[in-house]
């Protein structure tokens, strides 16, 4: 059988309908791949979720994206909190067992099922011919489970997609605890994939950078950036609202790494409240998304009503809300001041000014650098944030509306995905 070049196994664990931002990131890939009469096989976990993915709508069309979605047996326990008593105890008699069956990082939501991804994966190589193999991660091992591919079809060209860091990662996919033991079992997996990959894409530069510094062969590397897609805004209503207020807005989980910007950024409001409270009057703060519960008790503590956190909404209706507002909020852990993460993208878009609040790095370089934004590092915040707050009555800071962006846009990334692909 003759191969086909145009045809592409997509192994995406979040992939649509699966609900979460894991999945934006193919999902529209595979949809300008798609269009481009790419023929894409994707292998993911099948969603046993009451949600859909906001970028279902993205794939569901394509004549030729086909999904192949694997139950998630035991995985779906350590997927989701559990709802009644019988839920608790399969889910904590898990979690305790899993140290005891898992090398390396203990919270892996693949190990019930590695096997059903790689059956698949396999029975698909075979019945199409498949001479291109794309793993993105996390979850991380699911590119170190999937290596078996390569070994079985060496003509299969296998290729890893870093949508985060992997054992770098500080903050999230609980690496913050990892002991000596089980950081090592991660860091040999991970040189394993890095050396038997043929290609490596990642998100990141610095992790780029980082990585090379594991391996000889530095040649594999490519940087493929997040985007926007031009899509998602087609439908945005610009509503006429109050402007007496200042609107501030974030988008997004709020995760617990947070907190130790979240407090300052609340101490300067609460200062704000009793030292200018015309100003504080005007100002109106809107989180959309999941909140960690240490800062829902923090903000209830403070008790800043200007701050309202609505919980999540569809993307159709939060992009109304960036359109409508008059800032956006980053908030961002101390390991990722490098990642432009999905929020920036429409930020970005929708020409509207950042707030930044965290450690310096290649976002809020960007930032500054283009002169869209603000940044206030993560030691200057209760100073800097409350200075900027008190003039915010007599100007509005100037913002570099003619910023070239095109470089993001998610159609030109695709043609920059194939190129890549046939070098």
């Not at 019930?112 to 011919?129: H, P, Q, S, T, V």
Request: glycine fraction near 4%; aromatic fraction near 14%.
């Amino acid at each position: 059988m003759i191969s086909d070049p145009k045809k592409i196994l997509i192994i995406c664990f979040s992939f649509p309908p699966f609900p979460g931002v894991g999945g934006r990131r193919w999902a529209k890939f595979a949809k300008y791949l798609a269009k481009k009469d790419f023929n894409l096989f994707v292998i993911s976990a099948k969603n046993e979720n009451e949600n859909v993915s906001e970028w279902n709508s993205d794939v569901n069309n394509a004549k030729n994206i086909s999904v192949f979605e694997i139950p998630l047996g035991y995985s779906k326990v350590l997927s989701q909190n559990p709802k009644n008593i019988a839920q608790k105890i399969i889910y904590k008699l898990l979690w305790k067992a899993l140290p005891f069956l898992v090398k390396g990082n203990p919270q892996d939501k693949l190990f019930f099922i590695r096997n059903k991804f790689l059956a698949k994966a396999k029975y698909l190589i075979k019945k199409e011919n498949i001479k291109t193999a794309i793993v993105t991660i996390p979850p991380y091992k699911l590119a170190w489970y999937m290596l078996e591919l390569k070994r079985e079809f060496p003509d299969v060209r296998f290729i890893t997609d870093y949508r985060d860091p992997w054992t770098d990662n500080k903050s999230y996919h609980g690496f913050d605890n990892l002991d000596y033991k089980r950081l090592a079992a991660e860091e040999q997996f991970e040189k394993e994939v890095l050396e038997k990959s043929d290609l490596i894409l990642n998100v990141h530069l610095q992790s780029i950078e980082d990585l090379k510094l594991r391996i000889n062969e530095n040649s594999k590397f490519r940087h493929l950036n997040n985007g926007f897609d031009k899509d998602d805004y087609l439908n945005i209503k610009i509503t006429k609202a109050d402007r007496s207020k200042i609107r501030f807005i974030y988008s997004g989980s709020f995760y617990p790494n947070l907190i130790y910007i979240f407090e300052p950024f609340l101490n300067c409001l609460d200062r704000l409240k009793t030292s200018h409270p015309h100003i504080y009057s005007k100002l109106e703060f809107n989180f959309y998304g999941g909140m960690d519960h240490n800062a829902i008790e923090l903000l209830n503590k403070k008790n800043i009503d200007i701050v309202k956190h609505h919980g999540g909404t569809d993307k159709a209706n939060v992009l109304n809300k960036i359109s409508d507002s008059d800032y956006c909020l980053m908030f961002t852990a101390p390991d990722y001041s490098f990642a432009f993460n999905t929020k920036f993208f429409d930020y970005l878009y929708l020409r509207k000014p950042f707030i930044y609040f965290g450690h310096e790095g290649k976002v809020s370089e960007y930032i500054s650098n283009n002169n869209i934004g603000e940044i206030f590092p993560h030691d200057l915040i209760e100073d800097k944030w409350y200075l900027f707050l008190t003039d915010i009555d007599s100007k509005i800071k100037p913002y570099n509306t003619n910023l070239d962006i095109s470089e993001f846009e998610l159609a030109d990334l695709t043609q920059k995905l194939i190129k890549i692909m046939n070098e």
